[in-house]
Antibody
Framework: QVQLVESGGGVVQPGRSLRLSCAAS????????MHWVRQAPGKGLEWVTV????????YYADSVKGRFTISRDNSKNTLYLQMNSLRAEDTAVYYC????????????????WGQGTLVTVSS | EIVLTQSPATLSLSPGERATLSCRAS??????LAWYQQKPGQAPRLLIY???NRATGIPARFSGSGSGTDFTLTISSLEPEDFAVYYC??????????FGQGTKLEIK
């Protein structure tokens, strides 16, 4: 079955870096766009970034632009999020999510989601 | 950036009742709106996309309607497992993709 498993979260000091991973299985990873969505404790959902199926295009929320970098390794079925210059406001559960479909009609809907990994930025 | 406003913030109902959740967009999103369900400690789950299409495996008691700026998620007869937080999301004008602030559906 389709599965997404995030890892790499933890406690990090402000200004430091962290890299998250999302291991995909059960589908043709190289055919789908992939997203990161985050949720601060007790808050709502915030889209963070997307990468095209082939890595050719990447887009970011203004709140992370210039600090976060999304990438993927289709040979390893793995999605990454490199987070630099972390701030307290980056504290959240980070979910990876797949585009619903490979055609344009299926892009921008998030299904399925991983279970999330918690990132805490604190001194 | 398109802002999505959900109402009410909290909805208190009993099992078997009908639930109606609203989502209003700050500008037209055509029919490019989705609904997600999130239970405590779990990831969100896609329920509805393109305003009215049920995602795979979603029960028929969930339905979506609307276009332009006003959308509704209806749960025809609430089951105990339906009590959760519901989010709407648009993909009409991105980046960024944006979510509403959520509606908590709680047991009365």
């Amino acid at each position: 079955q389709v599965q997404l498993v995030e890892s790499g979260g933890g406690v990090v000091q402000p200004g430091r870096s962290l890299r998250l991973s999302c291991a995909a299985s059960g589908f043709t990873f190289s055919s789908y766009g992939m997203h990161w969505v985050r949720q601060a404790p007790g808050k709502g959902l915030e889209w963070v970034t997307v990468i095209w199926y082939d890595g050719s295009n990447k887009y970011y929320a203004d709140s992370v632009k210039g600090r976060f970098t999304i990438s993927r390794d289709n040979s390893k079925n793995t999605l990454y999020l490199q987070m630099n210059s972390l701030r307290a406001e980056d504290t959240a559960v980070y979910y990876c999510a797949r585009d619903l479909g490979i055609a344009v009609a299926g892009r921008g809907w998030f299904d399925p989601w991983g279970q999330g990994t918690l990132v805490t930025v604190s001194s | 950036e398109i802002v999505l406003t959900q109402s009410p913030a909290t909805l208190s109902l009993s099992p078997g009742e009908r639930a109606t959740l609203s989502c209003r967009a700050s500008q037209s999103v055509s029919r490019y709106l989705a609904w997600y369900q999130q239970k405590p400690g779990q990831a969100p789950r896609l329920l509805i996309y393109d305003a009215s299409n049920r995602a795979t495996g979603i029960p028929a008691r969930f339905s979506g309607s609307g276009s332009g700026t006003d959308f509704t998620l209806t749960i025809s007869s609430l089951e105990p497992e339906d009590f959760a937080v519901y989010y709407c999301q648009q993909r009409s004008n991105w980046p960024p993709y944006t979510f509403g602030q959520g509606t908590k559906l709680e047991i009365k």
